[in-house]
């Protein structure tokens, strides 16, 4: 039996070779990072400009946020695992589009089949839209946990926040 690993390294060399992936990309594909045995996975929506320099997922202010946020709670690091909804930085720095969108959920679905966490923080709505085939919105459903239903993805636990970007935008 190959290891989880493993399999984690041959879906990582598969994203880095991806024609879609490379053909859409700005800098560097993001694959994700963290513990195979992961029980928390934290998805957020695309990489950033920090992101793509690197290859790492949450190292500008969001991710700094994010992970200062998850060290408050005493989680270790060998329990969670950081992936985007995205594998790349979309053309002119957008939010991705449904294409981007519906392309990186078949990298995520492989990546989390393999990685089985007991639960999935959804961080904004491009990674509700990627995992989520119901329609949310996280400024109404923040704080829920939802259970799957659909086919692919039965009984998998998803927990809604806000993106850690949220709370750095300031309103005027």
Do not use: W
Not at 19 to 45: M, P, Q, T
Not at 121 to 131: D, E
Not at 137 to 165: R, W
């Amino acid at each position: 039996m190959i290891s989880k690993e493993k399999e984690l390294a041959k879906i990582s060399t598969e994203i880095l070779q991806c024609k879609f992936c490379l053909k859409n990309k700005r800098g560097l594909l993001v694959v994700g990072e963290g513990c195979s045995n992961a029980k928390i996975v934290f998805v957020g929506e695309a990489p950033g400009k920090e992101e793509i320099k690197t290859g790492r997922p949450f190292i500008g202010r969001a991710g700094k946020l994010l992970r200062e946020l998850i060290a408050l709670t005493q989680i270790s690091e060998k329990d969670y695992y950081i992936l985007s909804a995205v594998k790349y930085l979309p053309k002119n720095y957008i939010t991705p589009k449904p294409k981007d969108i519906e392309h990186g959920k078949l990298h995520l679905l492989d990546q989390l089949a393999v990685i089985k966490p007991k639960i999935i923080v959804v961080l904004g709505n491009t990674a509700s839209i990627s995992l989520l085939s119901e329609k949310i919105k996280i400024s109404e459903d923040h704080g829920k946990v939802i259970v799957s239903k659909n086919k692919t993805e039965v009984g998998l636990k998803f927990f809604l926040s806000y993106h850690p970007a949220a709370a750095l935008y300031k309103k005027k």
